[in-house]
C-alpha cells in the first residue's frame, strides 16, 4: 500500500503547506502582539485574536484530515457540524412542548438521511428536505395539536433545517460532481473553504485595521464598509491566485472568488441578524474565541449552495 | 467497591447529551457539606446537576430517591451501586401523615452523616419548565435538622426541552445550569418565609 503523502495529489499538499505556513504566520503574529502591547484596552482584543489563531489550529487539521480521509471523512465532519449547528439554532429559537416529535424527526431523520443520500451520489439530495421535509415537519406538528403560534414554529423549525442542515450540505455534495480532467475534488472543496473563511477572517482583520463606518449598526456594530471592502477585495485576489486548485480559469476564479465572499457577507450578516432578534452576542460556546459552530460556517452557509450550482452548470457533467 | 469509573463515565455522558454550561455564579463553593436544591422538569436533571458538580464534590453528593421504584434489579444497582443513592419510602402502610414525613426527613438526615451533600428537588415532582411549583416544605425540616449545612440554589434550564414529562426520546437542545450563592438559614424564621425565599433564589437564577 502506498503511503497516504503520495496519494494525496500534488496541488492539495501545496495547499495544505499554504494554509499550514499561514498559521505559523499568525501564531508568530499573535505572539509578537501579546509581547509588545501591554496597553489594558487592547489585552481583550489580542487574547481573543490569540485564542482565535489557537483554535483555526484545530479547525483546520480536523478538516484537512478528513479531506485526506475521503468523501465519506468530509461527509461525516459536515454532519456533525448541521447537527451542532442546528442545535445551537433550535436551541435559541422558541418552541412547545408539543414540537417533541417534530424536532426529534429534524434532528435524527432528516439531518442524518441528507448526508446518508449524499453518500449515495444522489442528486435527489436536492429535493428531499425543501419538499418532503417541508410538507412532513407540519403535518407531525398538527397531528400533536397544539395550534398556537403554529405558522411561526412550523416555519422557525423548517428555516433551521435549510440553513444548518440543507446549504451546508452543499459543500460536500461538492465531492460528489463528475468534473471532466478534475479531481481529486477535495481540491474544490478546500477552495471554497479557504476563500470563504479567509473572507471572513480579512473582513475582521480590515475592520479592525480601518474599519470607521458600519454597514448595518443595529445587526452588528463590527461589521464596517473598510472592513467589507477590504475583506472581499482580499479574499478575491487570494482566490485568484488559487486557480490552479480549481477546474476554473483565473479569471473565473477570480469572479467565483468574489461571488463566494458576498455571499458569504451576506450568511454572517443574517445569521447575526437572527442573534440581535434574540438577544445573544454568539450561538454558542463550542470553538473557543469563535462562539459558536454557526458564528463560524454562517458565511458557508449562503455561499455553499451558490458555488456548488455555478460549478454544476458550467463545469460539471449532468 | 468502587464506583467512580462508571460514574464518571456515565457524568461524560450527560454532560455531552444535554451540552450543559455551567454558570458558578458566586464562584465554587467551598469544599463544605451542601444541599443542592433546584427546579425540576425532567428525569435527566439529577443526573446533569451532578455531572456538572466538580469531581470532589461529585464524590460526596447522594441523590434522594423513591425506595418503591429504585430499590430493585438493575434499578438498584445504577441508584445504589453507580450514584450512592439516599433512598425513601413514599408510602408508609401505617401512622399520620405528619408521623411519615418526620422519619423521611428523619433519614434524609442520617444517611447525610457529616460528609455527604444532597441534590433535592423540593418541587417534589417534575414541571413543564414555564413555573417553578411552591416548594414542599421538607427542605425547611431538613434545613433545621442540619444547621450547618450550605444551601446552595440552582436553576436547570431546557432540560424540559431536551426530554420532558411523558417523553421516551431526547431531543438535543443545549441547555444551561446556573449555581446561585448560598442561602442563610434562620431557624426562627417561619416556615412559609423561608420555603418562599428559598424559590425566589432558584427562580432568580433563570436567564430567559
Redesign the interface.
Known sequence: MTPFWQRVDPPLMWAGAGILGLLVVATLVGLALQAAIRAPSARATIDNLNQRIRAWWGLCIIFGLTLVVGPTGSLVLFGLLSFLALREYLTLVETRRADHHTLFWTFFIFTPLQYYLLSLRWSGFVIVIPVYAFLFLPAIMAIAGDTRGFLERAAKIQWGLMICVYCLSYAPALLMLDIPGYGPNAKLLLFLATVDQLSDVLQYVWGKLAGRHPIAPSVSPNKTWEGFVGGVLSATAIGTALWWLTPFSPWAAAAISLMIALLGFAGGLVMSAIKRDRGVKDYGSIIKGHGGILDRVDSMIFAAPVFFHVVRFFYALH | MNPRPLASLIAGIARTVS?V?VTWRDGLPNAKQSIFFANHTSHLDFVVLWSSLPREFRTVTRPVAAQDYWNHGLRRTVAVGVFNALLIPRRHENGSVEAQARETIDRIAAGMEDRYSLIIFPEGTRG?GEEVAPFKSGLYHLCRQKPGVQLIPAYLE?L??IL?KG?F?P????SRLTFGSALGFDPDEPKYDFLTRARDAVCALRTR
Do not use: A, H, S, W
Open positions: 451540552g454550561q413543564t431546557n424540559n426541552r420532558p417523553e426520546l431531543v438535543p437542545f443545549i
